[in-house]
């Protein structure tokens, strides 16, 4: 990315410690306007942290500076970061399965009425937007359907919309494609192509080397807590970006990815 | 040979019209077949009391009790806790009531009130031991079963309080007097029904309660109170107690403190016969009034049709048995 536009977020000097260990030391990042970022690393490299950090769930250790469009923020939380626009998709997915799909896209957010009863028609026809703009193309289910007699993707899918409402800007996607069969990944993936193309930055987490490689405009490698590689794929190979993992993994201990 | 094939035809089409019901709707679907079988069983073991208005209006006298108290408990069952301690709920806001009453001579208003305050209360102390103290809800309901009964026992003393004066005023006109052959409270209960059931499934608090039960989680993920919303679903339950003991205590014009027996299974039976599942997330409140009229009916039709009183068990036994398999048979895995 070019640095003459802005980046959303800038970490610097960012460490957390959890007693006497490290999870993160001393990261320095930016992320910027329409990238999609791989976060790959071993279990317990510090993704997870990383990103609680950036949704505000976690807050850094005292000295760290979190900069928001060039403004240094303080006591940065949840609420904060939603209201600047970085969503958060869980690991879980969060979704009430018995209800549907466009209840839980609005989960905590319903639009309603001054007595708080739930516009439904205007729910749907968001709902049916949102599905639309990341390509969501069941023809089986609508906003109406609930969200148990979905596929692993489609929930995915589900969760995505919801992230994507109001105006976010930033979605990160923590282990998004975990578990998944491969149609359901490839689901998946392009939902996250269709978020590229609608101007939001990603921040995509995972352990699959494959997935981490086709979505990503640039990789950040982390190593027990630290940045060991922030680069743009350019012309990389699969084979470098493995390799290069590899490399550090043998450094390590010994697992990939 | 022809007339047979025809009508396994019509059957099979039948049953593809259960299949067309949307989802949503089966629970309630399902209940209404059960109860329309149960009425034709009924009127054929008895035809001369079933098809004969008087029934009806006896029924309409003590369905609206087990409807109100009813609803409150499909909102606690979708949250995916339970309540066992509505019936001493009745039985305390009851003496609420009839207390007040006589220390206000007569003052409906301020009574009612009072009744309404102490459910409330009740509930809102079942909210906090379950949701901040983290008590399972099946086991402190139970106890709070024991206890509020003792409390009532022990404020009431024995004594049976008869409002006989109350019998020719406007206020007992209106909350259980008859429009023809319907008591008032049907309509009371009518109207009620149709209040909580758009908020059970139109409004946020009806989403907040459902997503309680089905994945609490996920609703704190996206910064739903989940312990406010079960709290507020206890205290609905109060004060729909507070509602069925003020009823009560006007239609006999008496109040004693064993006015809540006899509600605690009818009214669980109610809700699940009614199609709302065990185990939370999911409810339906036009099942409910099905439910209660299953209920009822039996309660009522058991004896009426002439069998022993003992038969009333018996017929909800099966009732409740048969409505489930009814249900998962409709609805999957809906009952589990």
Known sequence: ?257 | MGSPRKAGVQLRKNLSLINSVPEKLRPLFGAGIFFFLMMVAFIIASPRVFLHLGIYSAIFLSLPLFTIVGLSLVFITAAGEIDLSFPSTISLTGLAFAWTLEQTHRNFFISAVSAIIVGALCGALNGFLVTRLGLSSLITTLGMNFALIGLTQILNNGAVRTFLELNDTAVRSIFVGAVGPIPAQMFWSSGLAIILGVIFHRHKFGLHTRVAGDNPEAGRAMGVNIEMTKTLCFILIGVCSAFTAIIGVLLNSTYFSTMGDGYLLPTLAAVFVGGTPVSGGKGTIGGLVIGAATVVFIQTGVVAAGLDGYWTSFGFGLVIVFSLLGHRRFSGRLTR
């Open chain 1, 1 to 257: 990315m070019t640095s003459e536009v802005a980046p959303i977020v800038q970490l610097q000097n960012v460490s957390k410690s959890f007693g006497r260990v490290f999870a993160l030391e001393d990261i320095n990042l930016d992320f910027y306007p329409g990238e999609i970022v791989s976060l790959v690393g071993d279990n317990g490299a510090g993704k997870t942290t990383l990103t609680k950090i950036i949704s505000g769930t976690e807050s850094p250790d005292p000295g760290a500076k979190i900069m928001i469009d060039n403004n240094i923020v303080k006591n940065w939380t949840a609420a904060k970061a939603r209201s600047r626009g970085i969503e958060t998709v869980h690991q879980n997915r969060a979704l009430s399965e018995s209800q549907t799909i466009y209840d839980n896209v609005f989960l905590g957010r319903e639009l309603t009425n001054s007595l708080g009863f739930i516009k439904r028609k205007e729910e749907v026809a968001e709902t049916e937007k949102l599905m639309r703009k990341i390509g969501y193309t069941s023809k089986v289910w609508t906003p109406n359907s609930t969200v148990n007699k979905l596929s692993g993707g489609e929930r995915q899918g589900v969760a995505i919309s919801r992230a994507i409402l109001f105006q976010s800007r930033l979605v990160i996607l923590d282990e998004p494609t975990t578990a998944m069969a491969l149609s359901e990944a490839a689901e998946v993936m392009a939902f996250i192509q269709n978020l590229k193309a609608d101007g939001k930055s990603v921040i995509f987490i995972s352990h699959n080397p494959w997935d981490a490689f086709s979505a990503a405009d640039r990789f950040v490698i982390l190593d027990r807590g630290k940045v060991v590689c922030d680069e743009p794929k350019g012309d990389m190979t699969v084979q470098d970006f493995i390799a290069r993992l590899h490399g550090f993994a043998k450094e390590g201990r010994g697992s990939v990815a």
